[in-house]
């Protein structure tokens, strides 16, 4: 199983910027999909997460900015993030898990190594 996450990089506040999370060595089709990020000397928060059945639930901080989807034959989640905002900074994960997930960390089996998203006021 792995996941591997691209896309970050540097933005000015009120940009966007992409995120993909390619799953390989597993079926995404079953699986829900976290997205999860970290901040320096913060601890890790969910941002948002697609669950196998469709459903999507977000970080109240992120609602109507962030956009979560999936393409099951492409085996890859995206993270759409819009007006972003110097707190978004952080280092971006995403997660998967073979069960119903809220945003919760310790729901999630397998990780990836993240993606570093830095926005500058």
């Known amino acids: 199983v792995q996941l591997v996450e691209s896309g970050g990089g540097l933005v000015q506040a009120g940009g966007s910027l992409r995120l993909s999370c390619a799953a390989s060595?597993?079926?995404?089709?079953?699986?829900?999909i976290g997205w999860f990020r970290q901040a320096p000397g913060k601890k890790r928060e969910g941002v948002c997460i697609s669950n196998n059945d469709g459903s999507t639930n977000y970080a109240d901080s992120v609602k109507g900015r962030f956009t979560i989807s999936r393409d099951n034959a492409k085996k890859t989640v995206y993270l759409q993030m819009n007006s972003l905002k110097p707190e978004d900074t952080g280092v971006y994960y995403c997660?998967?898990?073979?069960?119903?997930?809220?945003?919760?960390?310790?729901?999630?089996?397998?990780w990836g190594q993240g993606t570093q998203v830095t926005v500058s006021s």
């Open positions: 060595g597993f079926t995404l089709d079953y699986y829900g």
């Open positions: 997660a998967a898990a073979r069960r119903h997930c809220h945003l919760y960390d310790y729901e999630f089996d397998y």
